[in-house]
């Protein structure tokens, strides 16, 4: 069972299962979840119309969640915010988000605004950390096909 430490009530969770943080997660191309830092994920990711600001604070803003292969993921449409945050064992073997871990390979988003539908949209890190790859299937990191890249 996974549950989200970050948000109160009136939030929704992004995520709702994660795998195994220390499992080499691929997708069809090979790539493999990378443990980084939080300051190596920190800034803003673009793919396609999608844009997602990740701050050093654990909160972010984001647009375009809802378009093209990242339509069916329930995320909302237009300007969101919320916070983010790793994953992380409880000890027991329940992954849930935690402000506290410094590290992870995989991201959890909790938007501000309640929504009729839950975002099922969890970020992999893949390629050393160059790349964050949207999945909606933990079982199958990089299922949707869209990578967010770094803009410099």
């Known amino acids: 069972m996974l549950r989200t430490l970050l948000a109160p009530a009136v939030r929704w969770t992004a995520a709702v299962l994660v795998t195994v943080v220390s499992?080499?997660?691929c997708d069809g191309s090979g790539a493999r979840a990378a443990t980084v830092p939080v300051d190596r994920v920190t800034g803003v990711w673009k793919a396609g119309q999608a844009t997602l600001a990740l701050t050093a604070d654990h909160t972010f803003t984001a647009s375009g969640l809802n378009e093209g292969k990242l339509t069916e993921t329930g995320c909302p449409?237009?300007?969101a915010d919320g916070d983010?945050?790793?994953f992380a064992d409880q000890g027991d073997g329940l992954y849930v988000t935690s402000r506290q871990a410094r590290s992870g390979s995989e991201i959890g988003l909790s938007f501000t605004e309640s929504s009729d539908e839950p975002c099922r949209l969890t970020l992999t890190v893949v390629d050393d950390g160059d790349t964050l790859c949207a999945t909606s299937d933990p079982d199958v990191p990089c299922d949707l096909g869209v990578r967010f890249?770094?803009?410099r």
């Open 149 to 151: 890249t770094r803009e």
């Open 77 to 79: 449409a237009g300007h």
């Open 84 to 86: 983010w945050a790793f």
């Open 23 to 25: 499992a080499t997660a």
